[in-house]
């Protein structure tokens, strides 16, 4: 039976492009896997993405939302509920999983990864490739045919191009592009450990805050019990007739003038404790408050020359310098390889066929190698190339400029430190005094002896002396923590920095 010449020419139309579409197939599917083969081995040396400090186990209800940008729309969504006490260990947990300026930086860290991955590419080939399918008969064919009394068929042309590049010299381009991505990568690691730091600070002078805004309310509270307990001293011996009424008069306005002391304490104590929460970003309906008393929180055995060294060798700033300033040279290679020459090598592979015609695909193939060299750009590669020598220069003065700074807040924590701890010692001998001045001045004026005057005057004493004992233990504890700070050595490094440093 024969088969009719439309159809026999569909079939064998039908069986070339098979064939074409299985070839290009096998190809591309054998390089992509050469080239995922060798991506995988280079993505090993790749930095990982890092990972959030380990907390404490505290409630879930402390944790704000998953969803960044959840927006409360009713007034139950935000109304506070009890107030959860916390350590300050454990705030400084919250604060490391949830302060969202950490939350950025470390963002930041991976989009720093991604961007160094995408410049260590260049060191792989590339593939492409290119298929095209058509069917043509031009009005230019037509007219011929008309002339010559034929009429020509349409033609089918059916073509591919698979083809394999690489970079085999770039004149520093590459190499200069992969290490300015590695030092920004860098630069971003010591952010986050230099915010993480910062936060640490940030969130135990707040936490601290706190503690003496609840010590504000305690000492108010005891100064209008004490007024109150004088009012009713002076009513009692003014109804013996020992004292004038002009003495209630002062008593009264002695008790006013604690009760709004104390409600100027309480408010003050509500902001401390809502300025923690949206420090730790917790949840919109938590309220925390302070679980660690108030006390000496420990002792720096360092001596001050010895801080200004370990601070050197620990703050993260001063490498943060030195790798803008390695980042600026990179960029400095890449500059000047604009101008220069660029040497690439490639090969494809062609396959053709005019599914029309009776003739079978045909194939072909190209290899060599490019030469791109810009002679003249206007200058544009030189300048570039000054730019980035003058932020080289800039990192390298901020180099020195952060050290000098560096030195003065050691030097400045140090001497607070040792003038607070003083302080304490003679806060704690004036407090007792004052004690002992009140239960005085009150047993004399309820003997008739002494005044009102000398039992609000003693009142007043007491007050002031309980205030400067708990500013001195805080500011202690404020200057402590800022000196570990400003040496970048953490409380949980504390021990073994110091024993480093002793030997």
Do not use: H
């Amino acid at each position: 039976m024969m088969i009719p010449l439309p159809v026999r020419e569909g079939l064998q139309a039908s069986k070339k492009l098979m064939q074409m579409v299985c070839l290009l197939t096998v190809m591309s599917v054998s390089a992509i896997f050469i080239l995922s083969q060798i991506q995988s081995a280079s993505a090993q040396t790749q930095p990982i993405s890092p990972t959030v400090p380990s907390e404490s186990q505290l409630p879930d209800s402390l944790n704000p939302s998953q969803n960044s940008l959840d927006l409360p729309t009713r007034p139950e969504q935000v109304r506070l509920q009890q107030a959860q006490p916390i350590t300050l260990q454990q705030a400084i947990a919250l604060a490391q999983r949830n302060n969202r300026e950490l939350q950025v930086v470390r963002q930041t860290l991976q989009r720093s990864q991604a961007a160094l991955r995408q410049a260590q590419a260049a060191r792989l080939p590339t593939l492409s490739g290119e298929a095209e399918f058509s069917r043509e008969q031009n009005a230019s064919d037509k007219l011929d045919d008309l002339d010559d009394g034929e009429e020509s068929s349409p033609e089918t042309p059916l073509g591919g191009t698979l083809e394999v590049g690489y970079d085999i010299f770039t004149f520093g381009r590459r190499s200069g592009r992969i290490g300015a991505a590695q030092e920004q990568v860098r630069f971003d690691q010591l952010e986050v450990e230099r915010l993480n730091e910062q936060t640490r600070l940030d969130v135990t002078n707040t936490y601290y805050d706190l503690q003496e805004a609840d010590e504000q309310v305690r000492i108010s509270q005891a100064a209008v019990n004490n007024a109150q307990k004088s009012l009713q001293d002076a009513i009692a011996l003014e109804e013996g007739g020992i004292v004038a009424q002009f003495d209630i008069v002062r008593a009264r306005v002695q008790l006013g003038n604690a009760e709004q002391e104390l409600i100027d304490a309480q408010s003050q104590q509500d902001i401390a404790r809502r300025r923690l929460v949206e420090l730790l970003s917790l949840s919109e309906t938590v309220d925390v408050s302070a679980a660690d008393p108030v006390r000496q929180a420990g002792e720096w055995e360092l001596s001050l020359e010895e801080s200004i060294v370990l601070a050197y060798k620990n703050r993260v700033e001063l490498q943060q310098q030195l790798a803008q300033r390695r980042i600026a040279e990179q960029q400095r290679r890449v500059a000047l390889a604009e101008a220069r020459p660029q040497i690439s090598l490639f090969a494809n592979y062609q396959v053709l066929d005019d599914l029309s015609d009776e003739f079978d695909l045909q194939d072909g193939y190209a290899a060599g190698a490019r030469l791109r060299w810009n002679f003249f750009d206007g200058g544009a590669a030189r300048f570039a190339a000054a730019q980035e020598r003058n932020n080289r220069a800039i990192a390298e003065t901020r180099f020195a400029q952060t050290r000098n700074q560096i030195r003065f807040q050691v030097e400045q924590a140090y001497k607070n430190l040792q003038a607070n701890a003083r302080s304490i010692q003679t806060a704690a001998a004036a407090l007792q005094q004052a004690q002992l001045g009140l239960e005085t001045a009150r047993v004399r004026f309820q003997g008739g002896v002494g005044t009102q005057l000398d039992v609000i005057s003693a009142e007043n004493d007491l007050t002031r002396a309980q205030v400067n004992q708990l500013n001195a233990i805080l500011n202690y504890n404020r200057a402590l923590a800022t000196l570990q700070r400003a040496v970048s050595n953490l409380p949980s490094r504390n021990s073994s920095a110091l024993q480093t440093n002793s030997k």
